[in-house]
């Protein structure tokens, strides 16, 4: 028995050294903005009972939510014999020609992947995985921390449309008017916000209940459709329509790049259409 005792502590001990420690964390919820804008990875690498550190990589998913995992790119640890970071060329999509690599340093211990412009085919999972050297001895790999890049983009304003009205003219009290707002409204979907103004010169206006029907565009983003059916009375004349976008990545909302306003609406007489509408 006491043999046997000997041989498990042994081969436990031999175990727990080849085990290792190595802790790896990587960004938390990085963003990026659809467009030539930049997005960093970046996975941070600590020691405890590890000699050295010989080779650090980047995985992506092969598809968003697959949780199948391929090679992107291998970093080389700090020292003399460091080489330079590689990567290998994806496909869906590409990430040649808009990647920047950086190597971890001995003050860093890092290891960053750059992106230099942003598609939508980039948001998915990535994960970081660190391999050591523990007596000369390769250890078990290090829990691979994974994180997800989400792409937002902000609307196209040249795709926003004036505000359809019809009947465009000769409106009459009683009469129901169909206002019509479309546009394209980012990633993720924003919606269209309605307000109604008793004039052009009004400073503050009334919000108007409505929604906002969505469809994905060709280029990852949305298209958005808002539809308000008004019943005029004669108190409406001289009204003005406002359609604004709202979205996350709009931090201005007097930005008149995305609001439109509707002309005066005037509000005639039934039948008589005139402006001055007599009490019967």
């Not at 790999?141 to 890049?149: E, W």
């Not at 949305?222 to 990545?249: P, R, W």
């Not at 930005?255 to 259409?273: M, P």
Request: hydrophobic share 35%.
């Amino acid at each position: 028995m006491a043999a046997v005792w000997i041989v498990s502590a042994l081969v436990c001990f031999l175990y727990s050294g080849i085990r290792g420690d190595i802790s790896v964390t990587t960004t938390i919820n990085p963003v990026g903005l659809l467009g030539n804008n930049e997005v960093e990875l970046v996975c941070t690498y600590s020691l405890a009972s590890v000699d050295r550190v010989f080779s650090i990589s980047w995985k992506r998913e092969t598809s968003k939510n697959s949780g199948i995992y391929e090679q992107l790119a291998g970093f080389s640890p700090p020292g003399a014999s460091q080489s330079h970071a590689t990567f290998t060329n994806l496909t869906n999509p590409s990430v040649f020609g808009r990647v920047v690599l950086t190597n971890p340093t001995d003050s860093s211990l890092t290891a960053k992947i750059r992106f230099t412009s942003v598609v939508c085919g980039d948001e998915r999972k990535y994960q970081c995985t660190v391999l050591g050297i523990n007596k000369g001895a390769q250890i078990n790999p290090s829990p691979a921390s994974v994180t997800s890049l989400t792409v937002k983009a902000k609307p196209n304003a040249t795709s926003f449309n004036k505000v359809e009205v019809v009947p465009a003219a000769n409106v009459e009290e009683g009469q129901t008017v169909t206002f019509t707002c479309t546009g394209n409204v980012g990633r993720p979907a924003g919606s269209f916000l309605w307000t109604r103004f008793s004039s052009t010169t009004a400073p503050t206006g009334t919000p108007i209940y409505s929604t906002t029907q969505t469809s994905p565009s060709t280029d990852c983003t949305y298209t958005g459709n808002s539809v308000i059916s008004i019943l005029m009375t004669k108190d409406d004349d001289g009204i003005v329509f406002k359609c604004a976008l709202q979205h996350e990545t709009i931090s201005d909302p007097t930005d008149a790049t995305y609001f439109r306003l509707t002309g005066v609406i005037n509000v005639f007489c039934k039948s008589t259409l005139i402006n001055v509408c007599l009490p019967i």
